[in-house]
T-cell receptor
Framework: GQQVMQIPQYQHVQEGEDFTTYCNSS?????IQWYKQRPGGHPVFLIQ?????EVKKQKRLTFQFGEAKKNSSLHITATQTTDVGTYFCAVSLNAGNMLTFGGGTRLMVKP | DGGITQSPKYLFRKEGQNVTLSCEQNLNHDAMYWYRQDPGQGLRLIYYSQIVNDFQKGDIAEGYSVSREKKESFPLTVTSAQKNPTAFYLC?????????????FGSGTQLSVL
């Protein structure tokens, strides 16, 4: 199956610091999605990226898709305690494939 | 109130026992999925169904079975052949079943072995 690496696995930050998680694939991707799972909760869709070099923003969250469509990043500016949770990327080679999830990055924010 | 309902929230399985996890959706979605989540790990696909009366194995189907007799329902049975069933099980749905659609998840079932 598709291999997708997500780093780091864990990240502790002080409230107000920035945070970035990366999703890397060895093969060119059709699209990438990002999900957030709060502790004890279920994954919730955040965004989908489709175009090479695409950048999308949602308030303090910035999502990027690499030029080669092999990697992506999620950056949070000035973290808040409400950002706590695990962030997953999910990738696909083409629209006919099922999504493959990365291992997730667990974000912990110290107030 | 539309969404995906999973039950029960917690389930315990005895040695050699089959257990069934329920998943119901009222979103009128064609596709439904079952994922397994182990602590500190990502989601792994067990089975998926893109249409009633049809389903396909995912990456880790061994020891599991499913049925899709109704569009709204996609129950998962964890059989005694699954030797390490303790995990968090998530059901999801999407409108048509293509990988460029977002997934809607239920609240999950935590299965533990007694």
């Amino acid at each position: 199956g598709q291999q997708v690496m997500q780093i780091p696995q864990y990240q502790h930050v002080q409230e107000g610091e920035d945070f970035t998680t990366y999703c890397n694939s060895s093969t060119t991707l059709s699209n990438i999605q990002w999900y957030k799972q709060r502790p004890g909760g279920h994954p919730v869709f955040l965004i989908q990226l489709v175009k090479s070099g695409e950048v999308k923003k949602q308030k303090r969250l910035t999502f990027q898709f690499g030029e080669a469509k092999k990697n992506s990043s999620l950056h949070i500016t000035a973290t808040q305690t409400t950002d706590v949770g695990t962030y997953f990327c999910a990738v696909s080679l083409n629209a006919g494939n099922m999504l493959t999830f990365g291992g997730g990055t667990r974000l912990m924010v110290k107030p | 109130d539309g969404g995906i309902t999973q039950s029960p929230k917690y389930l315990f399985r005895k040695e050699g026992q089959n257990v069934t996890l329920s998943c119901e959706q009222n979103l009128n979605h064609d596709a439904m999925y079952w994922y397994r989540q182990d602590p500190g790990q990502g989601l792994r696909l067990i089975y998926y169904s893109q249409i009633v009366n049809d389903f396909q194995k995912g990456d880790i189907a061994e020891g599991y079975s499913v049925s899709r007799e109704k569009k709204e329902s996609f129950p998962l049975t964890v059989t005694s052949a699954q030797k390490n069933p303790t995990a968090f099980y998530l059901c999801a749905s999407s409108r048509y079943g293509t990988a460029n659609e977002k997934l809607f998840f239920g609240s999950g079932t935590q299965l533990s072995v007694l």
